[in-house]
């Protein structure tokens, strides 16, 4: 099957090398507003609708959530051997928004695990205090 991975130019060169040698084609998008016609969503969203190319779009898949908060909220939290007293999560793309997979993922475990508090969500660099749920 032909593989297309878009990513912005912010994603490192080893995971666009490491996604060629897998033998998928990589298009690397600039950082724009995902409104913007040059955008990452933008460009997925033509590829589906003109050339009929499946989009994942883990901003819109129910399951993403899950995979972090199952696995790697989970795997962070044991690899400091349960010993988190804080989070903070830091946003730098516009898709990002308040139902983020990994703020959501994030938050599940900072529910289970009570003795977490999540502080600040930096947000487009727009500082957001948040009070413990």
Do not use: W
Not at 52 to 74: C, I, M, R, V, W
Not at 101 to 120: A, E, F, P, Q, T
């Amino acid at each position: 099957y032909l593989q297309v991975i878009v990513m912005p130019t912010k994603m490192s060169h080893e995971k666009e090398v490491t996604i060629k040698t897998l033998g998928a084609e990589v298009i690397r998008t600039p950082m724009v507003p995902s409104e913007h016609y040059d955008s990452l969503i933008s460009l997925s969203r033509r590829l589906e609708k003109e050339k009929g190319f499946h989009l994942l779009d883990q901003y819109k898949n129910p399951g993403n959530p899950d995979a972090h908060s199952e696995g790697t909220a989970q795997e962070i939290y044991e690899q400091c051997g349960g010993k988190v007293d804080m989070v903070c999560l830091l946003y730098t793309s516009d898709a990002a928004d308040e139902e983020d997979s990994v703020d959501l993922g994030g938050r599940r475990i900072i529910k289970k695990k009570k003795n977490i508090y999540l502080r600040v969500k930096i947000m487009n660099n727009k500082r957001h205090e948040l009070t413990r749920e």
